[in-house]
């Protein structure tokens, strides 16, 4: 019989978003920008010792031990952060939050594909300025009147990072909008936008656990904005579900942020790793905007990148491949381990002669 | 300086849901329905093997290992389960997922009070029937013309449950309609409304791990209903976020649905405990609709229940307390272990002379 034309009609239909494929079996994952060092060693200890009685409890609803680990590695006050369940939670409820304007929010043409689900999601009206040929961001592009502006830095797919400089002319320009830098690679790039938080109140900052802290199977994200703002979002949260993060996100996520040596080291391994991929890459002929991130947006003149991509996952090495105008020619690799790369390269070698 | 008017302008203002008190001392806890068994022992077994290595993965976006397992308990397909962070993510996608109608949707009065909140922040019109004076539900009104129906049952905060005959009478009036069961406290009450899932294609059943599954502090709810309806609401969800519950979710989760006979041992405590806990407040005089939940819903015609709430609190006694038209003379007692119920009798009995 099927289900009432009137039910049916009646039902919020979205094109979802199609995550990167997570292969059952055991191949070389360069596909989904993960980290391929585990997580900070005193995580294990805090699981091993976790008293599972407590989880007949609620979790904390304002998740307080994560986020004054937080406020003290970030140098803010706990009140300026805001955690969710990784940074897509956090970043659309920031849409559902801060967007509720008439006037069209803007992000890049290429960038995030999640920006585009959310305002459709939530009917808000969006207008994308495109990137340059060499995928960067035209400031004058973001001076229009707007409803609210989001763009990731570094962006992705492309890796491409814009310095301090070019986020304040944003802000400078935009003190009537909520401006969201999405900074989940940032720690790959250089200088977070943070530090233009006590002298911008329209700014947020949306960082997440799954890239540089290894923990993306998790679930970790937060905002670092003015009080003000933060309580905003804390209003729409308290309204939507009140215990977002499990108690074990809770002192995993604070154990992970204790450990800032394991960190730096952790990032310094894959940027040493990137920075030769790129060399490997060059060699090959690829060519690639400037890479930032944990991942490298390469093109070879010679080879179609689909045709790639498939040899590639013949051989059991996935990278990410859309089928979208003006980037169908690109594969995004992942910066995986030493091996995952010399496997990878020795694949490259052998196929383009 | 503070934030400028027009970014305010565009802020969701929400009046959110206030949840109930998290105390940081030790007090006797019956104040948020929690259970007072910890969670079945295979749970520690299986966070002590974890290998934390694994969380630098994403989590399996589909849950497979959980959805199947309860596929496999309840008896349905695994594609007519759909899991999230607690019922409230669960109950929250299915408000955006399936009320989009012009009519407003019906829920009770007197209910949960995510509903209403819910329907504000999606900007839902609703209307809601009242209870009659024993708090139940008067079914004729909810054959009025609507955008979809939602209650939960038992309801609470008054722990009365309506027979299946009931629930199939709204839906047999509903056919164009998407109903949803809010069961979170049906373990403790009676018949489950999945056995009508296959007869009627327009009804989805919620459930939680927070109550019988003793895991509020984990964050698991699940939707069952037919493969279409399912199908929708994981569209949305991977619009919004595809990654949502977290690996030790899922391995727990699945853990705690293995172990049926715990399950169902605790159950039967917790309604045993109810049971002589209603003979204990009506031997005090307190008056309440027959109590199918893990809580009850008292009154004294003698004591305010707002003094009767504060006198607790100062005894570290927390049970649930609104200041709400039609209830503010009611508490909402959760069911503890025996010995909290003791406790909280002999409290009472002093006090109510």
Partial sequence: MGIHPNVLKNIRHVTPYVPGEQPQRKVIKLNTNENPYPPAPGVRKVLEEFHTDALRLYPDPAAELLTEELARFYEVEKEQVFPGVGSDDVLSLCFLTFFNSEKPILFPDITYSFYKVWAELYRIPYRCPKLDKEFRMNRADYYQENGGIIFPNPNAPTAVYEELEF???????????????????????????????????????????????????????????????????????????????????????????????????????????????????????????????????????????EELFLALKKADIYVRHWNSERIKEYLRITVGTEEEMRILFDFLKHYIK
Wanted: aromatic share 12%; with cysteine; hydrophobic share 40%.
């Fill in 167 to 305: 986020i304040e002319d944003i802000l400078e320009h935009n003190r009537e909008s909520v401006v969201i830098v999405d900074e989940a690679y940032v720690d790959f790039a250089g200088k977070s936008a943070l530090e233009l938080i006590e002298r911008y109140d329209n700014l947020l900052v949306v960082q997440t656990f799954s890239k540089a802290r290894s923990m993306a199977g998790m679930r970790i994200g937060y905002a670092i904005g003015n009080k003000e703002l933060i309580r905003y979002l804390n209003d729409v949260k308290y309204s939507f579900n009140s215990y977002t993060l499990n108690q074990l996100s809770l002192i995993c996520g604070a154990e992970a942020v204790r450990d800032r040596a394991y960190f730096e080291k952790n990032i310094r391994k894959i940027i040493q790793t990137r920075e030769k991929a790129k060399g490997e890459l060059a060699n090959l002929g690829f060519a690639f905007p400037d890479a930032k991130a944990n991942f490298i947006f390469a093109t070879h003149p010679d080879y179609s990148a």
